[in-house]
């Protein structure tokens, strides 16, 4: 079993940064490939970017690449999504997600847990 918790989401001017920390408890998180996800309102969930249970291989949606950067310190539990160069459209809840990549990245069907959310506002 494993639970997430995750923090580090607010408002912020387009163009500036946030940094979403996801606090994992139980034993086996490093057991996890590690994903952000993130849902709009009115739209359905959708990738942001993922990372390996080794913390070896990243994989971001074309969206993200360049402005984000995941990554893990299995010793302490705890998964990171740096966000720069934010934009409006970034505008989202926020989840943390473990699973296991079937492919070259983390679905939602991949995923056996889910944190809650984080709340990413972004303003003109």
């Known amino acids: 079993q494993v639970q997430l918790v995750e923090s580090g989401g607010g408002l912020v001017q387009a163009g500036g940064s946030l940094r979403l920390s996801c606090a994992a408890s139980?034993?086996?998180?490093?057991?996890?490939?590690m994903g952000w996800f993130r849902q709009a309102p009115g739209k359905e969930r959708e990738f942001v970017a993922d990372i390996s249970w080794r913390g070896i291989g990243t994989y971001y949606a074309d969206s993200m690449k360049g402005r984000f950067t995941i990554s893990r310190d299995n010793a302490k539990n705890t998964v990171y999504l740096q966000m720069n160069s934010l934009k409006p459209e970034d505008t989202a809840v926020y989840y943390c997600?473990?699973?296991?990549?079937?492919?070259?990245?983390?679905?939602?069907?991949?995923?056996?847990?889910w944190g809650k959310g984080t709340l990413v506002t972004v303003s003109l």
């Open positions: 139980g034993r086996t998180f490093s057991n996890y490939d």
């Open positions: 997600a473990a699973g296991y990549r079937g492919g070259s990245y983390l679905t939602t069907n991949d995923i056996n847990y």
